[in-house]
C-alpha cells in the first residue's frame, strides 16, 4: 500500500506555504459557517479546499511554484515584522532596544547599567537612555 501511495505522489508538487495557509483557511471558514448558519461560506470553503488539494496532486511544477512564490512576495512584509516582532521579544528580557532619534536605526542595549550614552553605529550621533 505504501509503495503504492509513493509511485502516485512521485512528481506531484506536494505542499507548500500556500497550501498551508489555504489549509488553516478553510478549516476557519468550516468553523465560521458552522456556528453562522451561512451556505456561503461552508461552499466557498470547499471550493478553496478542492483547489488546495489541486494544487498538492499537480504535476505542474512551474506554475504551482509561480503561484507560491507570489504569494510569498505578497505575506513578505508582513512575515518579516512578525519575524522582528518575534526576535526582539526574545531579547525584550535582558536588552532594551532604542531606536537612534536621527536616523531610527534599532540598537540593543543590555539591561542595567544605568544611564549610558549610545552611540549610533550607523550615523555616530551620541544620545543618553537607561538601561
Same mark, same amino acid.
Given at each position: 500500500?505504501?509503495?503504492?501511495?509513493?509511485?502516485?505522489?512521485?512528481?506531484?508538487?506536494?505542499?507548500?506555504?500556500?497550501?498551508?495557509?489555504?489549509?488553516?483557511?478553510?478549516?476557519?471558514?468550516?468553523?465560521?459557517?458552522?456556528?453562522?448558519?451561512?451556505?456561503?461560506?461552508?461552499?466557498? %470553503?470547499?471550493? /478553496?479546499? @478542492?483547489?488546495?488539494? =489541486? $494544487?498538492?496532486?499537480?504535476?505542474?511544477?512551474? !506554475?504551482?511554484?509561480?503561484?507560491? %512564490?507570489?504569494? /510569498?512576495? @505578497?505575506?513578505?512584509? =508582513? $512575515?518579516?515584522?512578525?519575524?522582528?516582532?518575534? !526576535?526582539?521579544?526574545?531579547?525584550?528580557?535582558?536588552?532594551?532596544?532604542?531606536?537612534?532619534?536621527?536616523?531610527?536605526?534599532?540598537?540593543?542595549?543590555?539591561?542595567?547599567?544605568?544611564?549610558?550614552?549610545?552611540?549610533?553605529?550607523?550615523?555616530?550621533?551620541?544620545?543618553?537612555?537607561?538601561?
Amino acid at each position: 500500500m505504501r509503495e503504492r501511495l509513493m509511485r502516485f505522489m512521485a512528481g506531484r508538487y506536494g505542499p507548500d506555504q500556500l497550501s498551508k495557509f489555504l489549509n488553516v483557511l478553510v478549516m476557519v471558514l468550516l468553523i465560521v459557517s458552522m456556528f453562522t448558519r451561512l451556505g456561503i461560506l461552508y461552499w466557498f %470553503a470547499l471550493a /478553496l479546499l @478542492i483547489y488546495c488539494y =489541486f $494544487r498538492i496532486f499537480s504535476r505542474n511544477h512551474q !506554475r504551482r511554484y509561480a503561484e507560491n %512564490a507570489r504569494y /510569498l512576495k @505578497i505575506t513578505a512584509k =508582513f $512575515r518579516n515584522s512578525f519575524q522582528a516582532w518575534r !526576535r526582539d521579544a526574545k531579547t525584550r528580557k535582558t536588552h532594551h532596544i532604542y531606536r537612534c532619534p536621527s536616523c531610527r536605526q534599532k540598537i540593543r542595549v543590555p539591561k542595567g547599567k544605568g544611564k549610558i550614552a549610545i552611540r549610533c553605529p550607523k550615523c555616530s550621533i551620541e544620545f543618553i537612555k537607561k538601561s
